[in-house]
């Protein structure tokens, strides 16, 4: 599944697209807090297939807490830090099979993108198409000229992914353990423009 060229609702300079349609009817919208019960469904219902590569999967989140987290990447996005998106299917609106971000962790002139997805809709090329529509936005905004995508080495599936779009695994990290999966050995996967 390879994404057709970004659209937006909305675009600010220095931003990215609030809008990223794939190809299947697949597409990234920015997060909004009119998201927070859907995304909250979706990561309640992902939690075993989550929990064993992110912290915060430890737990299921309230409402609250979901909605706490979305005003806050709303906020992120305002200040040009972080760009969250959710991934929905096309043919039904509000649906969320999964998240994925463009952070501003890894320093100046860098963004780093996180992701994951719906366990029924893994294996569908879903997160493959999403980290290239982003990887392509975040290397067309002024001042970015590397995206990182960083995992545990034992996470195969989201290696994969980086590895399929031609990033370079640039190092091997030793990591704290904070996922009962992970292994303590990040992979930091680079592209640059």
């Known amino acids: 599944m390879s994404p057709v060229m970004p659209r937006s609702c909305e675009v600010s300079p220095g931003r990215p697209p609030e809008l990223l349609r794939l190809a299947g009817g697949v597409s990234l919208h920015r997060r909004s807090t009119d998201h927070a019960a859907a995304l909250n469904a979706a990561v309640r219902a992902n939690l075993e297939h989550l929990r064993p590569w992110l912290e915060w999967a430890a737990e299921a989140p309230s409402p609250t807490q979901t909605a706490e987290v979305t005003r806050a990447g709303v906020a992120a996005w305002d200040a040009g830090t972080d760009y969250i998106y ?92 904070r996922a009962p999966g992970e292994t303590g050995r990040q992979l930091v996967w680079v592209k640059e423009r």
């Open 86 to 177: 959710l991934v929905g299917l096309d043919a039904r609106p509000g649906s969320v099979i999964g998240s994925f971000g463009l952070h501003g962790r890894i320093g100046p002139g860098a963004l780093e993108i996180g992701y994951w997805v719906d366990a029924d809709h893994v294996g569908r090329g879903i997160a493959t198409a999403a980290a290239e529509a982003l990887t392509g936005a975040a290397l067309a905004l002024p001042g970015v000229g590397r995206v990182e995508i960083h995992c545990d080495q034992a996470n195969a599936a989201s290696a994969a992914v980086p590895r399929k779009l031609g990033y370079r695994l640039a190092r091997i990290d030793d990591a704290a353990v």
